[in-house]
């Protein structure tokens, strides 16, 4: 089963205004990953955020993590026409069986209007 | 970044007939690949990990015998998906790593269609 929970299932908004989604897992882990794939094409890597991290930037992109409550966050600023994508969180699971192996949240549904 | 490349980028074929699909690491050798499924505007399912020279792990409820999964060389793993069934029509996503740091580089997808 998926470990991780998006939400919003989907989000609205206006160009120039902030999104937030948040992802929220159940086992420990390694890190957390931030995916972005446009409708029918394949993923494209946004941003890696380590167990030992809380925060982190990239661009417009500001990512939170908090083990205690097992939940991340992804921030875009000054969303764009062009974001309008899914976004997906993905968890490294910690422990040795599951080196590597990623487990994809259920996504969020970006439309960002003109 | 990394490139990883699958062929073929879609394919249609005929229910009971075999595909076989292609992920190539471009400019890596890629210790373990990843395959993963995406039913339409759901999330993607890891499949299976393959490991350069080993048999491929399975995740549970895949079946082992239908997907056949082959990592012969550091920069090649290949999805043949055997007596393929509509139910089988999906978007498949290989993904590859090296053994540091740990991002994992996601090819484009092949979409398969059986009817």
């Known amino acids: 089963s998926q470990q991780g929970e998006e939400d919003p299932q989907a989000l609205s908004i206006q160009e120039g205004e902030n999104a937030t989604m948040n992802c929220s897992y159940k086992?420990?882990?390694?890190?957390l990953q931030w995916y972005r794939q446009n409708s029918g094409r394949g993923l494209v890597h946004l941003i890696l955020i380590r167990s030992n991290e809380r925060e982190k930037h990239s661009g417009r992109l500001r990512v939170t993590l908090d083990t205690s409550k097992k939940s991340s966050s992804l921030l875009i600023t000054a969303s764009r026409a062009a974001d309008t994508a899914s976004y997906f969180c993905?968890?490294?699971?910690?422990?040795?069986?599951?080196?590597?192996?990623?487990?994809f949240g259920q996504g969020t549904i970006l439309t960002v209007h003109p | 970044g990394a490139v990883v490349s699958q062929h073929p980028s879609w394919v249609i074929c005929k229910s009971g007939t075999s595909v076989k699909i292609e992920c190539r690491s471009l400019?890596?050798?890629?210790?373990?690949m990843f395959w993963y499924r995406q039913f339409p505007k759901q999330s993607l399912m890891l499949m299976a990990t393959?490991?350069?020279?080993?048999?491929?792990?399975?995740e549970q409820g895949v079946e082992k015998d239908k997907f056949l999964i082959n990592h012969a060389s550091l920069t090649l793993s290949t999805l043949t998906v055997t007596s393929a069934h509509p139910e089988d029509s999906s978007f498949y996503i290989c993904?590859?790593?090296?053994?540091?740091?740990?991002?994992?580089?996601f090819g484009p997808g092949t979409r398969l269609t059986v009817l």
């Open positions: 393959s490991n350069e020279g080993s048999k491929a792990t399975y």
């Open positions: 993904s590859a790593r090296e053994r540091f740091p740990n991002e994992q580089f």
């Open positions: 993905a968890t490294e699971r910690a422990g040795g069986t599951s080196y590597g192996k990623l487990t």
């Open positions: 086992t420990s882990i390694n890190n």
């Open positions: 400019d890596f050798q890629a210790t373990t």
